[in-house]
Nanobody, 124 residues
Protein backbone atom coordinates (compact mmCIF):
# COMPACT_ATOMS: atom_id res chain seq x y z
CA UNK A 1 0.00 0.00 0.00
CA UNK A 2 1.31 3.44 -0.96
CA UNK A 3 -0.20 6.68 0.30
CA UNK A 4 0.20 10.13 -1.23
CA UNK A 5 -1.07 13.30 0.41
CA UNK A 6 -1.99 16.43 -1.49
CA UNK A 7 -3.93 19.64 -1.05
CA UNK A 8 -1.70 21.51 1.34
CA UNK A 9 -0.68 25.11 0.87
CA UNK A 10 -0.73 28.60 2.29
CA UNK A 11 -4.06 29.88 3.58
CA UNK A 12 -5.15 32.86 5.64
CA UNK A 13 -6.58 32.42 9.14
CA UNK A 14 -10.23 31.49 8.92
CA UNK A 15 -9.74 29.87 5.55
CA UNK A 16 -10.25 26.30 4.40
CA UNK A 17 -8.30 23.54 2.74
CA UNK A 18 -9.13 20.00 1.72
CA UNK A 19 -6.38 17.43 2.02
CA UNK A 20 -6.44 14.19 0.05
CA UNK A 21 -4.84 10.86 0.88
CA UNK A 22 -4.76 8.76 -2.26
CA UNK A 23 -3.90 5.08 -2.01
CA UNK A 24 -2.41 2.75 -4.58
CA UNK A 25 -1.24 -0.83 -4.56
CA UNK A 26 -4.22 -1.99 -2.51
CA UNK A 27 -7.80 -1.06 -1.80
CA UNK A 28 -8.40 1.07 1.29
CA UNK A 29 -11.66 -0.76 2.01
CA UNK A 30 -10.18 -2.77 4.87
CA UNK A 31 -8.00 -0.05 6.36
CA UNK A 32 -8.51 2.49 9.07
CA UNK A 33 -7.00 5.77 7.90
CA UNK A 34 -5.69 8.46 10.18
CA UNK A 35 -4.49 12.01 9.71
CA UNK A 36 -1.57 13.26 11.73
CA UNK A 37 0.36 16.50 11.86
CA UNK A 38 3.72 17.62 13.10
CA UNK A 39 4.87 21.17 13.62
CA UNK A 40 8.56 22.05 13.94
CA UNK A 41 9.83 21.20 17.40
CA UNK A 42 6.64 19.42 18.37
CA UNK A 43 5.59 15.79 18.58
CA UNK A 44 3.43 14.20 15.93
CA UNK A 45 -0.25 14.63 16.80
CA UNK A 46 -3.08 12.37 15.69
CA UNK A 47 -5.98 14.58 14.67
CA UNK A 48 -8.55 12.36 13.00
CA UNK A 49 -9.28 8.80 12.00
CA UNK A 50 -11.92 7.02 9.94
CA UNK A 51 -12.49 3.30 10.45
CA UNK A 52 -12.91 0.87 7.59
CA UNK A 53 -16.61 0.88 8.45
CA UNK A 54 -16.88 4.68 8.35
CA UNK A 55 -16.76 5.60 12.03
CA UNK A 56 -14.82 8.76 12.81
CA UNK A 57 -12.98 10.38 15.68
CA UNK A 58 -11.23 13.71 16.16
CA UNK A 59 -8.75 15.27 18.50
CA UNK A 60 -10.16 18.06 20.63
CA UNK A 61 -7.88 20.53 18.87
CA UNK A 62 -9.74 20.09 15.57
CA UNK A 63 -13.19 18.88 16.62
CA UNK A 64 -15.91 20.95 15.00
CA UNK A 65 -13.55 22.40 12.40
CA UNK A 66 -12.17 19.37 10.53
CA UNK A 67 -14.11 16.59 8.83
CA UNK A 68 -12.70 13.29 7.64
CA UNK A 69 -14.41 11.18 5.03
CA UNK A 70 -13.54 8.23 2.87
CA UNK A 71 -14.46 7.69 -0.75
CA UNK A 72 -13.74 4.01 -1.30
CA UNK A 73 -14.64 4.21 -4.98
CA UNK A 74 -11.78 6.69 -5.38
CA UNK A 75 -9.51 4.84 -2.93
CA UNK A 76 -9.05 8.18 -1.21
CA UNK A 77 -9.61 9.70 2.22
CA UNK A 78 -10.18 13.41 2.58
CA UNK A 79 -9.69 15.86 5.42
CA UNK A 80 -11.77 19.01 5.08
CA UNK A 81 -10.26 21.73 7.25
CA UNK A 82 -12.31 24.83 8.00
CA UNK A 83 -11.76 27.84 10.26
CA UNK A 84 -8.02 27.32 10.07
CA UNK A 85 -5.82 28.90 12.71
CA UNK A 86 -2.10 29.73 12.71
CA UNK A 87 -1.59 26.91 15.21
CA UNK A 88 -2.79 24.46 12.55
CA UNK A 89 0.43 25.10 10.64
CA UNK A 90 2.25 21.78 10.30
CA UNK A 91 3.21 18.97 7.98
CA UNK A 92 0.16 16.76 7.58
CA UNK A 93 0.45 13.01 7.08
CA UNK A 94 -2.02 10.25 6.41
CA UNK A 95 -1.51 6.72 7.63
CA UNK A 96 -3.34 3.42 7.24
CA UNK A 97 -3.70 0.17 9.09
CA UNK A 98 -5.61 -3.01 8.25
CA UNK A 99 -8.38 -3.28 10.82
CA UNK A 100 -11.99 -4.13 11.58
CA UNK A 101 -14.94 -1.88 10.78
CA UNK A 102 -15.05 -0.17 14.17
CA UNK A 103 -11.34 0.31 14.81
CA UNK A 104 -10.23 3.87 15.46
CA UNK A 105 -6.86 5.16 16.63
CA UNK A 106 -5.03 8.47 16.98
CA UNK A 107 -1.68 7.01 18.04
CA UNK A 108 0.98 6.90 15.36
CA UNK A 109 2.28 3.60 16.70
CA UNK A 110 -0.93 1.91 15.56
CA UNK A 111 -0.32 2.60 11.86
CA UNK A 112 2.07 0.76 9.56
CA UNK A 113 1.65 2.63 6.27
CA UNK A 114 2.49 6.31 5.90
CA UNK A 115 2.56 8.97 3.24
CA UNK A 116 5.29 11.59 2.93
CA UNK A 117 3.16 14.50 3.99
CA UNK A 118 1.84 17.79 2.69
CA UNK A 119 2.62 21.17 4.24
CA UNK A 120 -0.15 23.39 5.56
CA UNK A 121 0.70 26.96 6.50
CA UNK A 122 -1.88 29.27 8.04
CA UNK A 123 -0.69 32.85 7.99
CA UNK A 124 -1.82 36.30 7.04
Amino acid sequence: LQLVESGGGLVQPGGSLRLSCAASGSTLDYYAVGWFRQAPGKEREGISCVSSGGRTTYADSVKGRFTICRENAQNTVYLQMNSLKPEDTAMYYCAAEVSGPDYLALSSEEFDYWGRGTQVTVSS
